[in-house]
């Protein structure tokens, strides 16, 4: 009995002792993306967080009734992310709940507001705009992309002169509360088996899709909260600090999503329009800036805002809640706040195995190799330029 008691303390402790490697979580999170794409589309986050702020803003601007969460499978992913962080950071007793400084609240409403807009206004957010963009094969997404490096280095740049010159904004007394606790594994439990209830919630005959956006959230917020990823950090910390492991496990990530995703489109028929939104040009610059800029303020996108609001920081509950305000307003009058460009630079979508199999008479298998292949020497260059700068810091001294 004794030594199965040892087993399992010593799977338990392999599990919540500490936090996995966050290449780890990368090629988890990527394969969930996958098995998504198969139940219906890859993994996203911004459409559940638009639908929950519809549910409230939507009728007070007489738009009528948005679609029920039950219904939208990306709010229930959102929903389960939320549940499935919480309890996992109660099984490791790393649940608190953490207030920081008034100025850090704020900064996690504004960065939150910021990157509401900036997702409307580009049609995506990290997971669109990259993570899930890159593989999805869409030209889109590298311009959204290089807006949002130059949103967060822009942010950094006020982050620092922050520091420097108004250190007072973010210090002052934070507080913690429940803590630790050998009650937390035991919550744990009971949370993940009420997260694994709401798949009771469905008729698997009419609501099959739901059901596996709701199951694969909870492993995909225990697997953010326990690998501690962050998207954030990836392309934060080389005008930081140069440390480079995030940026890395977020380029194993892509790839495996690059070649789960083309093999989908390719050999399974899957849509080539999936996750090649309309952000080509200046909607997908616009949006990816203001993206980069919230989010560095925030200190999470919006992935990463729901699995740390999940495990107690409330800096981030007020970012979420900056994104409930921001994306359904922002819907609403993205139109309006587009329609001084030409239609072109706002809608305009472009898929890289067209434009490679184009090339040669059309050839759709040209097309996917050289759309791949391409794809891959942009992470390539990625990888030398994060390893240049983790040597020589020169992003971080800029």
């Known amino acids: 009995m004794s030594e199965e008691k040892g087993t399992f303390k010593e799977v338990y402790d392999a599990l919540f002792g500490k936090p996995w490697k966050m290449w780890v979580g990368a090629i988890l999170l990527s394969t969930f993306s996958i098995c998504l794409y198969i139940i219906m589309s890859p993994w996203g986050a911004s459409g559940g967080v638009l639908n929950w702020g519809q549910q409230l803003i939507n009728p007070l601007f007489s738009q009528g009734t948005p679609q029920s969460i039950f219904e939208n499978r990306y709010a229930m992913l959102c929903i389960l992310i939320l549940v499935g962080s919480f309890s996992s950071a109660l099984l490791a007793k790393e649940f608190a709940i953490r207030i920081p400084p008034?100025?850090?609240l704020v900064k996690g409403l504004v960065g939150g507001l910021?990157?509401?807009i900036g997702a409307i206004i580009g049609s995506s957010c990290t997971l669109g705009g990259f993570y899930?963009?890159?593989?999805?094969?869409?030209?889109?997404?590298?311009?959204?992309?290089?807006?949002m490096v130059v949103g967060v280095f822009v942010a950094v740049l006020y982050l620092m002169f922050e520091a420097e010159k108004y250190p007072s904004f973010s210090s002052g007394e934070s507080k913690t509360f429940l803590s630790g606790g050998n009650w937390?594994?035991?919550a744990g439990i009971v949370v993940f088996i009420v997260g694994l209830l709401f798949l009771f919630l469905f008729d698997p005959t009419t609501a099959l899709v739901v059901m596996g956006f709701t199951f694969f959230g909870l492993l995909i917020g225990f697997v953010l909260q326990r690998s501690r990823f962050c998207i954030v950090r990836a392309l934060r910390e080389p005008f930081m600090t140069g440390e480079s492991s995030a940026a890395?496990?977020?380029?194993?990530?892509?790839?495996?999503?690059?070649?789960?995703f083309a093999a989908?489109?390719?050999?399974?028929?899957?849509?080539?329009t999936m996750f090649v939104f309309g952000n080509l040009w200046i909607s997908g610059l616009i949006g990816g800036i203001l993206f980069g800029l919230g989010m560095t303020i925030a200190g999470g996108c919006v992935v990463g805002s729901l699995w740390r609001a999940g495990e107690g920081q409330v800096k981030l509950w007020?970012?979420?809640l900056g994104m409930f305000i921001a994306l359904p307003i922002t819907a609403l009058m993205k139109s309006d706040l587009l329609q001084i460009f030409p239609a072109e630079m706002t809608t305009s979508t472009m898929y890289l195995p067209d434009v490679f199999g184009s090339l040669v008479g059309d050839n759709p298998l040209i097309g996917y190799m050289g759309a791949v292949l391409f794809v891959l020497?942009?992470?390539?260059?990625w990888y030398i330029i994060v390893k240049w700068n983790e040597r020589t810091g020169k992003l971080a001294r800029m």
């Open 318 to 320: 007020f970012s979420v």
């Open 132 to 147: 899930s963009g890159w593989p999805a094969l869409s030209v889109g997404a590298f311009v959204f992309t290089f807006g």
């Open 184 to 186: 937390q594994p035991i």
């Open 377 to 381: 020497a942009i992470i390539a260059l």
């Open 114 to 116: 910021i990157m509401g």
């Open 264 to 272: 989908i489109k390719f050999f399974a028929g899957g849509s080539p």
């Open 102 to 104: 008034i100025g850090e």
């Open 248 to 260: 890395v496990a977020v380029m194993i990530g892509i790839i495996v999503g690059l070649f789960g």
